[in-house]
């Protein structure tokens, strides 16, 4: 294709991919061929390709609290450590694709500068002292793009006193950022693909995605190329990930953490509000973040929506009560899914916790209200920012491309949502909202603690990950954005070639085509994760139990291998 002919977005894209790819050093690129194509699982590259050194391994193979540990006590310098993880994510890009801007060597220079102040003040910089932190595509910082996949985005550099309150927070709490990470066009998809950097896989199955919209950060955290990262929820963009790669997140009720300054997808929508949270290999790494963000008071000065909640440390009863949720009546989750949550069950009840059922009533209610409450301007604000380069509108947006294009088929679905059409649809979030509220409530009769149940044990999606370009169904998780609950995520387990598939006849044609596309052998060896799921505004008190649920899962799993005394 001449240049002529070439479309402004592919000019753009092309560039900017180039740039990205060029700021990876020579000896930090594996050999052409190293890593085969069609080679699945590359979960254990990183370790064995040879680029990385013993100690390099082990930095990275180190949870982010105990790494700041080290750097406090000087058995690491932040230098060291952020050297190791620039290579690691490095490595993860070149498997994976999972970066979109890299400034590898301004971190080492912020590096630099903290150790030096370190060695002359023996004052640590705050409780994420030297930490390398990754952050989502859409969180600005000073000198990169934040194109959150748009060609048009592109080319649109940060300057100083644009930059998110989050980046700023990080930096005051001593963290070093070295990488922002891929998402889909707008981050309106539950997997990870744009025109400018392509599609992000998943680490454990390059067959299958790594979620959305925070895919990205979800494949380089499960390759280790970062120690803690960062993304945003609207619908499930952290949860999703986190559970398609075998991480722990915490999704926040709107107002517990800053979102001031991002680049949204959606500027201006708020009758789902977003929300920013952590996305890390262990818990003690999600707990990490959210008490180093509360502690700087984002409230005084970041934020204008935060809310005067500071870090609250809780007592959790010994004996817990878990609601359980199987199905949510419109899709039913696929076998290694079941098997997580029912391995969940069980380990729970082993530790001495109570489980009971929890049913939701009219399922589909909140599904077609989801889409009343997102739909009102998405329509017209995609079709905008992709006409300024002439992108051509992504798969998997159809229905908004009808929409914006006005192609009435006879009812108003395609039909864009009024003012009106909007109050009317947050009325009935409310109602639905205190529906929920008096079924949770109802619960304390059934618990036998007193109190009622203490979390909500539900799937995070029906696949353990979804194949490329097949997620098509986000219910599980975007109920509790609508509702605004806190959730958090727990890797539970892997989904394997002896998952039976049951004979199963789906209650509707997207029901059946989920399970006439599933097949053990295509989903082996993903992870499996399970999301709980706590009342609004009560993160702390979840993240708690989420410990509790998560010690018993080891425990089990403990003396499954015959490690119990």
Not at 105 to 130: F, I, Q, S, V
Not at 434 to 449: D, Q, V
Not at 536 to 550: K, S
């Amino acid at each position: 294709m001449s240049e002529a002919n070439i479309a402004p977005w592919q000019r753009i894209a092309q560039s900017k991919k180039a740039r990205r790819d060029s700021a990876i050093p020579t000896d930090w690129q594996l050999h052409h061929g190293q890593v085969p194509q069609d080679r699945l699982n590359v979960i254990d590259v990183p370790v064995k390709c040879g680029i990385l050194t013993p100690c390099e391994v082990e930095i990275t193979e180190t949870d982010a609290p105990v790494l700041v540990k080290k750097m406090i006590n000087m058995e690491y310098s932040s230098y060291q450590v952020i050297r190791a993880f620039c290579k690691r994510a490095a490595i993860a890009q070149q498997l994976v694709n999972c970066l979109s801007e890299v400034f590898f060597d301004k971190a080492l220079e912020a590096a630099e500068k903290l150790d030096a102040e370190y060695r002359a003040t023996g004052l640590t910089r705050g409780p994420l002292h030297g930490l390398p932190v990754s952050l989502k595509d859409c969180f600005k910082i000073d000198g990169t793009d934040a194109s959150i996949g748009y060609t048009a985005y592109a080319d649109r550099p940060t300057k100083k006193d644009e930059e998110s309150e989050i980046t700023k927070i990080m930096r005051e709490s001593g963290a070093i950022l070295f990488c922002k990470t891929n998402v889909p066009t707008g981050m309106m998809a539950g997997e990870t693909y744009n025109a400018i950097y392509g599609y992000t896989a998943n680490p454990y199955n390059r067959n299958l995605s790594s979620g959305g919209s925070s895919g990205g950060e979800s494949a380089l955290l499960a390759l280790r190329g970062s120690p803690l990262g960062v993304g945003t929820d609207v619908g499930g963009s952290v949860r999703i990930p986190a559970s398609f790669c075998g991480l722990y997140c915490l999704k926040p009720s709107s107002g517990r953490f800053p979102t001031y300054g991002l680049q949204d997808g959606m500027q201006g929508q708020e009758a789902v509000r977003n929300s920013v949270g952590p996305m890390a290999k262990s818990l003690d790494g999600v707990e990490l973040w959210s008490r180093a963000v509360l502690t700087s008071e984002p409230w005084m000065h970041a934020d204008p929506d935060c809310l005067p909640i500071q870090y609250r440390d809780v007592d959790i009863p010994k004996k817990l009560c878990f609601g359980l949720l199987l199905d949510d009546g419109i899709v039913k989750p696929l076998a290694p899914v079941s098997r997580a949550l029912l391995q969940t069950k069980s380990s729970l009840e082993a530790a001495g916790h109570t489980v009971i059922q929890f049913n939701i009533d009219d399922p589909l209610y909140t599904d077609n209200l989801k889409f009343a409450l997102y739909r009102s301007a998405a329509a017209d604000t995609v079709k905008s920012i992709l006409a300024q380069t002439k992108e051509p509108w992504p798969r998997g947006m159809e229905m908004l491309e009808a929409m914006a294009n006005k192609e009435n088929k006879g009812d108003d679905s395609n039909c864009p949502a009024t003012v009106t059409d909007l109050w009317k649809a947050q009325i009935k979030r409310t109602e639905y909202a205190k529906h929920i509220l008096n079924s949770w409530a109802a619960t304390k009769t059934r618990t036998g603690t007193g109190r009622e149940m203490d979390a909500l044990l539900i799937p995070c999606t029906v696949w353990p990950a979804s194949e490329k370009y097949k997620f098509i169904y986000d219910n599980y998780t975007s109920l509790w954005n609508v509702l605004d609950y806190c959730a958090t995520t727990v890797p539970v387990t892997h989904a394997s070639y002896t998952d039976a598939k049951p004979e199963y006849e789906g209650r509707s044609e997207l029901e059946a085509k989920v399970w006439r596309d599933y097949s053990p052998e295509k989903f082996a060896g993903a992870p499996v994760g399970i999301q709980l799921v706590g009342r609004r505004l009560n993160e702390e008190y979840l993240l708690g139990v989420t410990r509790a649920c998560d010690n018993a899962l080891k425990a089990a799993k403990n003396i499954s291998n015959g490690c119990g005394m």
